[in-house]
Structure formats: C-alpha cells, structure tokens
C-alpha cells in the first residue's frame, strides 16, 4: 500500500500531561519531548511549520508595535467615547470587523488591550499561517505544494469534531498523500481547569482513539497509515498571579507619554520614551521575585532578539506558573498558562509517531525539516510503486 501521512497538532499538548496519562495512544510508540521557543503559540506555530526562529520568520507576539499605519490606524480616537462604551462587547465586535476588513486573515484577538490604546501597535500576523505562501519565509506548506503532493489542512476555523470526522472520510477514500489537523481545543480546556481537569483527560481520551481510527480509516482507503502526533507547547498550572501593572502604575511616568507598555499573560514588554522612565520601571520590577528582566544575551539565545526592538526594547518575564492579573489578556486568573522559559520541562511539547524518530529531532525548530522528509520517502515510496505496477 502506498503510504499516507497523518500529522496532528494540539496545541499545549505538553509532554509531562501526556505522560502521565496512562495508557495514551499506544498507536504512537515512538515519542519523546519536543523542546520548545520561547512565548505563545503565535511564534511557536510559525517555528514549527519553517523550522527558523522567531528572529529570522518574524513572527513572535500575537501585538507588536506599529511602524507606520497598521491595522489599528485611526483608533486612537476611541478615547473620547466614555470607558463603558470603549469596552462593550458591541465595539469590540465592531473593531474586530474593520480589524479583518483590513485585511487580516490570520488568527487575532482584542482580548483587554485598552482599545485607545491599540493604534500604538500592529499584528504582524496578517495572513492565514496555514496555507502556502502564508508566512515571510519558506514553510511546510509551500514544500508541499512545490512538490505536488495531495494534501488537505484543517485549522482553528474548523470546530475539533468536525475536522477529526472529515479527516476520516479523506482517509477512507484514500485520496491524499498528506493530511494535517490542528486543534487548540486541549489549550482551552487547559486554560480554564489545569492539567488534571476532566475535560483535559476527555480530550487525551479522544485522541487517543482517534489516532486507532484513523489507521483504520487509511487501510480501508488502501493506504499505509504514516501517524504523527506533535505539539508546539506545554502548559504550566498557575500557583500564583502576580499585579505587574499595579507596580508600574504606583510610579510618577504615565503610559503612552513617558513609555509604551504591552502587557501578556506572563510578560512585559516595554518601549521607552524617558530614560528616567525606564531606569524606575527596570528597577521596580527587579523588586519583584516571581519574574526578571530578560538580557540581550537571553532574547539572542532564544532566537526573540529583533534589531527594530518590534516587540519591545526590554521584556519582563515571569516565572513559571505566576501569572500577571491583570493583563491585557484578561483582568480574572486562568488555570494553567504556558508563554514561560523554556527550559521548563512543563513545557515541552511531544512529538510521536508509528514510525522511527530519527535521534536528531528535539527540538519544535526541526520539526518542519523531519516532516519534509518523511514527505519525501512518502512519495518517492509511492513513485517506485507505481512504476514496478506499469
């Protein structure tokens, strides 16, 4: 049978929660932890499908700072509408509208940034990630179409249940030489009970069994089932939270005349405009114990390091499982966070397979490269078939 390949992504599907779930998709023997980048899934993914860092694809942060007329032009004249209009569910629907008539097309959200605020940035994520030509360099997906290969995608703009069901149909009529899911279904539900909730363990549950049917499915389409289980990151129960923004307000600068500020769910980003502004702020922050300014030689390290200083001339992290409350990510505590070092082994996402993982493959950076090859034998396995049956 020709083979077929099947590579899901969940997202936050952390290494240490799969481990510890007993009995989870024994149709992936081979697997290991996949070391990941540093921040959220909207640098991770891009790593994962050019196999570059965040410096050289340009994607980090879901916000970085606007250089020129972005996407939020013009409304910085939101702050003359009184502040129970400016943060109506109704406004942000209508924000979030002009937002994508501007051309937008990938994955955003307004969350809490205060939205006379939002002219001072931009989202560098303008087109769909998921397809060709949707990133600034080279990706999976224009390898995919570069080599001809029959393939389909499914994304968050398809519901969980519904993607997993059509991927089972396309398997059963064999069809494809490439199959790819992503789900941020699991990052949700972690988000709102932690790693031991019971929908967590309902969602590993059924992956799983997916995984079983999807063999299944790809025999019965006269194809060899190629199974492949990856995530772009872990997840970190969160223990404490930690009023980043209470501190830096406590001083005598104000937000938007002596610096800029963007604050994540577990980092600070900051652009100065008064240099006594930032020798205050860098020392208040060193205050505090559950985080620490990132150096120079870290950001280099971790591949964030951006000459134009896009997203922020100096980062304030957290530890793991602090959390900043508030943010502009939300102004109430979540479960479970990830967007922490590293190095962490919470997390570290997984990476599995019913085929051999080759020794060199750790790390999300040499993850598009590994796939590629698989591609490869994939359809050099199917051409040599074809030509010994003619």
Same mark, same amino acid.
């Given at each position: ?50 196999? /570059? ?5 340009? /994607?980090? #942060? ?18 003359? $509408? ?19 008539? /501007? ?27 998921? %397809? ?16 001809g290969a029959a393939w389909r995608g499914w994304n968050w703009r398809t519901p969980e249940a ?5 991927? $089972? ?9 490439? #199959? ?23 969602? #590993? ?88 300014? $990132?150096?120079?030689?870290? %950001? ?23 959390? %900043? ?31 051999? $993982? ?16 698989? #591609? ?15």
């Open positions: 049978m020709k083979p077929v390949m099947i590579v899901v992504l969940v997202d936050a599907l952390g290494w240490t929660l799969a481990e510890r779930a007993s009995g989870f998709a024994p149709a992936l023997p081979a697997r290991r932890p996949l070391a990941t980048v540093l921040g959220f899934s909207t640098g991770a993914l891009p790593t994962a499908f050019t196999g /570059r860092m965040a410096s050289e694809h340009g /994607r980090w #942060l879901m916000y970085a700072r606007a250089r020129g007329s972005g996407v939020f032009r013009g409304f910085g004249a939101l702050r003359a $509408l009184p502040r129970r209009v400016r943060t109506s569910l109704r406004l942000t629907r209508l924000l979030e509208r002009v937002v994508a008539g /501007r051309g937008v097309r990938g994955y955003f959200n307004l969350y809490d940034v205060p939205r006379e605020e939002l002219a001072a940035f931009d989202l560098p994520e303008r087109d769909d990630i998921f %397809m060709a030509g949707g990133l600034p360099v080279d990706s999976l997906w224009d390898a995919l179409e570069r080599k519904e993607a997993r069901a059509q991927a $089972l149909g396309e398997l059963a009529a064999g069809r494809l030489d490439f #199959l790819f899911l992503y789900s941020a279904a699991l990052d949700a539900r972690l988000h709102h009970e932690g790693s031991r909730g019971a929908s967590v363990q309902a969602s #590993l549950a059924e992956w799983s069994t997916w995984f079983d049917a999807a063999a299944a499915a790809a025999r019965r389409g006269g194809r060899e089932p190629w199974l492949y289980l990856c995530s772009d990151h872990g997840m970190v129960d969160v223990r404490a939270t930690v009023d980043v923004m209470a501190r830096v307000a406590a001083l005598p600068f104000r937000r938007g005349r002596d610096y800029l500020a963007f604050y994540d769910s577990t980092m600070a980003r900051f652009w100065w405009r008064d240099a006594a502004a930032r020798d205050r702020i860098r020392q208040a922050l060193a205050a505090e114990p559950r985080g620490r300014w $990132l150096s120079r030689e870290q %950001m280099a390290r971790e591949g964030v390091a951006f000459a134009d200083a896009r997203f922020g001339d100096d980062v304030f992290l957290l530890e793991p499982g602090a959390l %900043m409350v508030p943010s502009f990510m939300g102004g109430a505590p979540v479960a479970a966070m990830h967007g922490y070092d590293p190095a962490h082994p919470d997390m570290a996402g997984i990476l599995a397979a019913n085929r051999p $993982l080759p020794a060199d493959v750790t790390h999300l950076a040499q993850l598009r490269s590994f796939l590629e090859r698989e #591609l490869d034998s994939l359809l050099a396995a199917g051409t040599q078939r074809v030509g010994a049956a003619s």
